[in-house]
T-cell receptor, first 111, second 114 residues
Framework: ETGVTQSPTHLIKTRGQQVTLRCSSQSGHNTVSWYQQALGQGPQFIFQYYREEENGRGNFPPRFSGLQFPNYSSELNVNALELDDSALYLCASSPGTGSYTFGSGTRLTVV | DQQVKQNSPSLSVQEGRISILNCDYTNSMFDYFLWYKKYPAEGPTFLIS?????DKNEDGRFTVFLNKSAKHLSLHIVPSQPGDSAVYFC?????????????FGGGTRLMVKP
């Protein structure tokens, strides 16, 4: 059983809308990262939070934003959704040791 | 600019034989490498890792080899089992004090035939 849970598991949104994806990390995991996995590709790093501060960002526009909370939960927000945002969004947490525990992901479909 | 590449999108192996999955990287600053396995409808599951100070790490049926001069790593699974059938991702990172960010390859789908 994974220690990282994500909600919802599936979501359908209309182009231009906003979406919030949620992640609950394992207790003690002070680092959380979000990844986007398009069909047939490997996960792409979106950003990382460490102790509630963003401390790294991949090649994603500012309409992708996030929050990390003291209770080890976090959010990924995407504004002005585009068709190409359709993907599996993965949350991963780490206690800072170098390896990450991934959640099962949220499958977002933008129509 | 793909910094981590898995050039074989798929691999088919007979049960009991060895599976060898390959990965190449371009960024010489990477100092930590990981392999993840992913089943459909699940998130990636950590398998095994290796630090750049080593050239081999073994865990049961899984062994990862790192050739820094060639910027190449491989995952060996022996003996392969049908339950190993999944997509395998190679990932690399450069560790810093705030943690490491993973750069993934595109994955290799392994099929182990009974």
């Amino acid at each position: 059983e994974t220690g990282v849970t994500q909600s919802p598991t599936h979501l359908i949104k209309t182009r231009g809308q906003q979406v919030t994806l949620r992640c609950s990390s394992q207790s003690g995991h002070n680092t959380v990262s979000w990844y986007q996995q398009a069909l047939g590709q490997g996960p792409q790093f979106i950003f990382q939070y460490y102790r509630e501060e963003e401390n790294g960002r991949g090649n994603f526009p500012p309409r992708f934003s996030g929050l990390q909370f003291p209770n080890y939960s976090s959010e990924l927000n995407v504004n002005a959704l585009e068709l190409d945002d359709s993907a599996l969004y993965l949350c991963a947490s780490s206690p800072g040791t170098g390896s990450y525990t991934f959640g099962s992901g949220t499958r977002l479909t933008v129509v | 600019d793909q910094q981590v590449k898995q050039n074989s999108p798929s691999l088919s192996v007979q049960e009991g034989r060895i599976s060898i999955l390959n990965c190449d990287y371009t960024n010489s600053m990477f100092d930590y490498f990981l392999w993840y396995k992913k089943y459909p409808a699940e998130g990636p599951t950590f398998l095994i890792s290796i630090s750049s100070i080593k050239d081999k790490n073994e865990d049961g049926r899984f062994t990862v080899f790192l050739n820094k001069s060639a910027k190449h790593l491989s995952l060996h699974i022996v003996p392969s089992q049908p339950g190993d059938s999944a997509v395998y991702f190679c990932a690399a990172s450069r560790f810093n004090n705030a943690g490491n960010m993973l750069t993934f390859g595109g994955g290799t789908r392994l099929m182990v035939k009974p």
